[in-house]
């Protein structure tokens, strides 16, 4: 599991390079330029969804659709049966030829997941929903049907390898773009060196 990181190109200079992080994580609550080669879109849900941010994001981010590796649906953290309802209009804010992220939230274990109309799954939800065993299964299921896993708001050493452990293949902290300490904390639990190969990345 790598990052993808809210920050800037010039904060992202001083970690480029490191095996932790794999791409952009665009929001419309930063609004930083595209740097990465690889970057996804998450739509600021956590703090305030901004519609309006989030559709001029995803208009400016068109040219380089191929890069992107999920932009994720809009969502009310912690409920999922409203996630759920906003996820059936999402084509009013993301179109159709994105691929769709679809955020998990407290909640989702007892409802139909549209496992067939994502193309990534983004674990969201409360902190006690997000490290128990409910999304644990839905990172399960959504990893034997080759799906990407992104898991939201991980800035600790104890989830990341959690959910590193399960398979996932992407997370974000706005804690770890922050401030280096966190992830060079998270970088030493797994014995990393700062560079280096990203076969020297524990395999699942």
Not at 75 to 86: F, I, K, S
Not at 148 to 165: E, L
Request: glycine share 8%.
């Amino acid at each position: 599991m790598r990052f993808l990181l809210d920050v800037s190109e010039n904060k992202y200079q001083n970690i480029a390079g490191d095996l932790l992080v794999a791409g952009q994580l665009i929001t419309p609550l930063t609004r930083y330029s595209k740097w990465a080669s690889s970057f996804a879109i998450d739509n600021g849900a956590f703090s305030r969804f901004d519609p309006d941010a989030f559709r001029a994001i995803i208009a400016r981010e068109q040219p380089a659709m191929e890069q992107c590796l999920f932009v994720v649906a809009p969502d009310v953290v912690g409920n999922a049966r409203r996630t759920m309802e906003l996820w059936v209009r999402r084509h009013r804010y993301i179109g159709t030829s994105w691929p769709i992220a679809f955020a998990a939230q407290d909640g989702a274990e007892h409802l139909t997941i549209p496992w067939n109309e994502m193309k990534a799954l983004f674990i969201g939800g409360t902190d006690s929903w997000k490290d128990g065993c409910e999304a644990r299964d839905l990172v399960k299921t959504a990893k034997i049907l080759g799906l990407h896993v992104h898991i939201g708001r991980v800035n600790t050493p104890k989830r990341f390898k959690h959910f590193s452990d399960l398979g996932a293949d992407t997370c974000d902290g706005n804690g770890v773009g922050r401030y280096d300490h966190m992830l060079n904390a998270i970088r030493e639990s797994l014995e990393l060196p700062e560079n280096g190969s990203l076969w020297d990345l524990p395999q699942e």
